[in-house]
């Protein structure tokens, strides 16, 4: 029997939302920070009807509990094929605001591939290379959970920035939990990150590398990304993934 879809979240007014967000400032922080936040970029009612989707095993093809593989603590679901309206929009709405940025850094970094206008053909790009499987995930962390400092890559193609929104709201769904990056650069400590988030806030950030313009020209930073422990309650986030996974 196939999976009911049809009271799943719609796209309804968020491709508008992307629009209108000021892309020029994301931009400019990204560039500066390796992240940007887009305040706002959720309702509330859809950060909460996407949150209560991880009940539905139905919309998912895996599910990862982290401390099984010494990822940290809690779980996530990858949603499987045909994903859910809003996070298909939120994917092909906001890929293309990012390509100027995917491209500037590979050009900056001496990579030679660039990444096509439409988020359609670069998971063409994907499929051929044997990554079918669709990576858009959602999270799921409660009392004492946490997850570890990683890069999420999932194969040869890799598209440099990804999304995560925040589906709960601190303070009253949960304490703790902040969004934090670190940036391990050249012959230099690492610098740590703390990114401020409010539910439906969208963080922007890099996947792996980012240029930086240092006294001796331009150089190349590894960055991690992670969640700090939840001290109480439960929080959901909604993570958009823009390669497919092999």
Same mark, same amino acid.
């Given at each position: ?110 990579? %030679?591939?660039?990444?096509?206008? %439409? ?23 409660? %009392? ?26 601190? %303070? ?75």
């Amino acid at each position: 029997m196939s999976a009911r879809r049809d009271d799943v979240p719609t796209a309804s007014g968020v491709d508008e939302r992307v629009a209108a967000a000021d892309w020029a400032r994301v931009s400019q922080d990204l560039d500066a920070q390796g992240c940007a936040v887009i305040e706002g970029l959720l309702a509330r009612t859809e950060c909460n009807d996407l949150a209560a989707l991880y009940a539905r095993d139905e919309l998912f093809r895996s599910r990862v509990v982290m401390e099984r593989h010494g990822f940290g603590r809690g779980e996530y679901k990858y949603f499987a094929h045909p994903l859910p309206a809003l996070i298909a929009s939120l994917r092909t709405s906001i890929y293309p605001r990012l390509v100027p940025v995917a491209n500037r850094w590979s050009a900056a970094m001496g990579l %030679e591939v660039q990444y096509p206008e %439409e988020h359609a053909r670069f998971v063409e790009r994907c499929h051929a290379a044997g990554q079918v499987q669709p990576t858009p995930l959602l999270l799921q962390y409660g %009392e004492g959970d946490y997850n570890c400092l990683h890069q999420d890559l999932y194969g040869e193609h890799v598209f440099p920035l990804q999304v995560a929104v925040l589906l709960s709201e601190p %303070e009253r769904d949960f304490a703790g939990g902040e969004l934090v990056m670190t940036e391990q650069r050249p012959r230099m400590q690492s610098r740590p990150m703390v990114v401020p988030l409010r539910q439906g806030d969208a963080a922007v950030f890099a996947v792996r590398h980012r240029p930086v313009q240092g006294t001796r020209g331009m150089y190349r930073v590894n960055v991690r990304h992670g969640v700090s422990r939840v001290r109480s309650g439960h929080r959901h986030t909604v993570g958009i993934i823009f390669h497919d996974a092999a």
